[in-house]
């Protein structure tokens, strides 16, 4: 298989070959354990705490939420937010290919749920998981043609968003586009994004300009994210941890 085109930091170590591995045993036993990956606690607990009763009360009266997944990768975070496991729960679960196969904890609300990726091979599991229900494969830096109407509609019709160490990947023009589809719709909707210390601070702070332009802000919390490679301690030195900012923003209805 090609290596996509992945854009990242420098001074970040890059896990490309992790995220188009074919299934998440690599990605759990190289990032969640070996580096104490212990992100998804945290976007759990900022999701139960700022989106969580609010989707349990709208999935009462419309059915069913649409969920978007935005380089979500193999689904850790879908399964933290909408599954409600934690981190040893989602280790657990990814300790073989056979175990990972099924997610071992229900939704705790109806939802449709997207997963949007560059890795097909993530897409793929996270559909045959059970994870994902619909997968678009794309370049968010540069969508072909033909898979932009489908990302738009995607985007647009989310009512909860969200992207977790993913946006530093993407460039300015691209995390436009799509906070412009998401907003587009005139109807309440939740987004939590977190955003990466101490990779490309200047980089963040644009996006998070361009989200409060959009969004209103409802909330956020300071986390570890996970530890440092060495390759990252070398370019940091004396840091220890990736830390993260989690974000939740509201589209006004
Ligand atoms: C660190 S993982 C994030 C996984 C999960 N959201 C989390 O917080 O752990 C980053 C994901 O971004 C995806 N990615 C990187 N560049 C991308 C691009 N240009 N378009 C779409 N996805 C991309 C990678 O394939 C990978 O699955």
């Not at 139960?48 to 009763?53: E, F, I, M």
């Amino acid at each position: 298989m090609s290596k996509p085109d992945v854009k990242t930091d420098e001074k970040k170590q890059h896990f490309d070959d992790i995220y188009v591995a074919e299934n998440p045993v690599p990605f759990k036993e190289r990032i969640l354990d070996a580096l104490e990956y212990v992100s998804d606690n945290f976007n759990r607990q900022t999701f139960d705490r700022l989106v969580l009763p609010w989707a349990q009360q709208k999935a009462d009266t419309a059915g069913i939420l649409n969920f978007v997944d935005l380089a979500g990768c193999f689904g850790n975070t879908t399964m933290a937010t909408l599954n409600g496991m934690d981190y040893d729960a989602i280790r657990n679960n990814w300790r073989s290919p056979e175990a990972a196969a099924s997610v071992d904890q229900p939704r705790r609300f109806p939802a449709h749920v997207t997963g949007i990726d560059i890795s097909a091979n993530a897409l793929a599991y996270g559909k045959s998981a059970g994870i994902y229900d619909e997968t678009i494969e794309a370049d968010l830096n540069k969508p072909a043609p033909e898979t932009r109407p489908e990302l738009d509609k995607a985007l647009q019709q989310a009512d909860i968003l969200i992207s977790t160490a993913a946006l530093i990947y993407l460039e300015p023009p691209a995390i436009e586009k799509i906070l412009d589809a998401f907003a587009s719709k005139n109807e309440e909707g939740y987004m939590l994004v977190n955003f990466l210390n101490p990779f490309a601070l200047e980089k963040a702070d644009a996006t998070k300009r361009m989200l409060l332009e959009r969004f209103e802000f409802v909330g956020s919390m300071a986390s570890r994210h996970r530890r440092l490679s060495e390759l990252e301690r070398e370019n940091y030195p004396g840091e220890d941890w990736a830390l993260l900012e989690i974000w939740v923003l509201r589209r006004k209805g």
